[in-house]
């Protein structure tokens, strides 16, 4: 159970701010990624880092793509409204109560807005041991159960190479992306047979009415299938998924804020919570304390973050003893190198509290894979 009164008592800490820093880098993927959603060969980055006035730097991450195509927001139009109406909101000093105020006067532009709130608890954190989720008094566990997210194959012999090369790995979950132009009855009769306790699939909004025939192809392995149709048509879910009891839904991209969460929550097996996308630490929490309250499944979910974003987000997964997997493998997997110098690493699927309490940022990474520098003050 959350403790809504030390909450309350953290939210008045004051947040001193000498400068914000947006750093956007450009850091190389060991493989293209292919899903509904595109092809990706490298992920473009937007760290913000904010220095108090006693120079505690803290970090927080805009984990959104540098296109539209997974939300509204994207890398450069963060950049923007960061610039032009979030850092003239804020002042020399304010506490986290205010902050959270102050952002909440821009609507939409969630995971921008998360990356100011991470970066701000940050330095609190560093300040003085404790952050927000430290103040919730919520348990954290010791290992946390991660899957991994695979993209799209072009053939089963590509397919069966990629878990030839996970098999020892034991991710406590294997995820698949799946689109309606994946209609591949040979792939889809390898992952039917495919042995593993924890399989499901990804569509990414991407069946629209004309493919249900594709979907239901999937549907009927009685595999949880994250956010099947376009975020916002939310009477697909009434109107289809009622009558077939072997669809089994998590959502992701329709979940953006506490009322979403508390209108759909009933109707779907299972929530993906992507700190970013809800906009930020305070709601995560809040729509923990309720998924928790009304037993409804979470899990954490990932946009490829660094191990900055990972770490953090892997502190939020350790709130949650019941979860059977989050999409929060080590960033190792994805990326050539990565942000910090202790990197996260697993073991037998489960990653240790050791590698991701602490976040030691790399600056010289960071520089390598600089792209731009914003210094705002
Ligand atoms: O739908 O969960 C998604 C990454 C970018 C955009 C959307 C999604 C994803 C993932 C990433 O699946 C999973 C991970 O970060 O490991
Ligand atoms: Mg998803």
Redesign the pocket.
């Known amino acids: 159970m959350i403790n809504h009164e030390q909450i309350e008592h953290h939210l008045s800490s004051i947040i001193t701010l000498r400068e914000l820093q947006l750093l956007v880098l450009d850091i190389p993927q060991k493989e293209v990624f292919k899903?509904a959603?595109g092809k990706r060969e490298s992920r473009v980055a937007l760290i913000v880092k904010w220095v108090s006035e006693d120079g505690v730097e803290g970090f927080g991450e805009c984990s959104c793509?540098p296109d539209p195509f997974?939300s509204h927001e994207f890398v450069s139009g963060a950049i923007k409204v960061i610039k032009e109406f979030i850092f003239p909101l804020l002042a020399k000093k304010q506490t986290y109560k205010e902050l959270l105020e102050k952002i909440s006067k821009i609507r939409g532009w969630n995971f921008t807005k998360a990356a100011i709130e991470f970066a701000a608890n940050d330095v609190l954190r560093r300040q003085t041991g404790v952050g927000l989720i430290e103040a919730s008094g919520l348990a954290k566990i010791e290992k946390v159960p991660v899957g991994?997210?695979l993209g799209m194959f072009d053939s089963v012999n590509s397919l069966e190479n990629k878990l030839t090369d996970l098999l020892d790995s034991n991710y406590q979950r294997l995820?698949f992306?799946i689109s309606p132009s994946y209609n591949n009855d040979k792939i889809i009769k390898y992952l039917s047979e495919l042995e593993h306790s924890n399989i499901s699939f990804?569509a990414?909004g991407s069946f629209v009415p004309g493919y249900f025939e594709i979907l239901e192809k999937y549907a009927a392995l009685w595999y949880i299938i994250?956010?099947p149709f376009p975020p916002g048509e939310l009477y697909l879910y009434q109107k289809y998924v009622k009558d077939h009891q072997e669809f089994r839904i998590c959502l992701?991209?329709d979940i953006e804020s506490y009322g979403n969460l508390v209108s759909m929550g009933l109707h779907t097996d299972e929530v993906?919570i992507?700190p970013g996308r809800v906009g930020g630490l305070f709601n995560t929490l809040r729509m923990i304390d309720y998924t928790n309250k009304h037993a409804i499944k979470t899990w954490i979910?990932?946009?490829?973050?660094t191990g900055i974003g990972r770490a953090q987000n892997l502190q939020i997964a350790s709130l949650l003893p019941d979860a059977k997997a989050h999409?929060?493998?080590p960033s190792s997997?994805?990326f050539k190198r990565d942000v910090v110098k202790n990197p996260i690493t697993m073991e037998n699927g489960f990653v240790d509290k050791s590698t991701f309490e602490k976040i030691d940022v790399d600056e010289s990474a960071i520089e390598e894979m600089l792209v731009e520098r914003i210094i705002l003050k």
């Open positions: 899903s959603i793509r997974y991994i997210s995820k992306k990804d990414n994250e956010q992701d991209e993906n992507k979910g990932g946009m490829f973050e999409d929060l493998s997997r994805y």
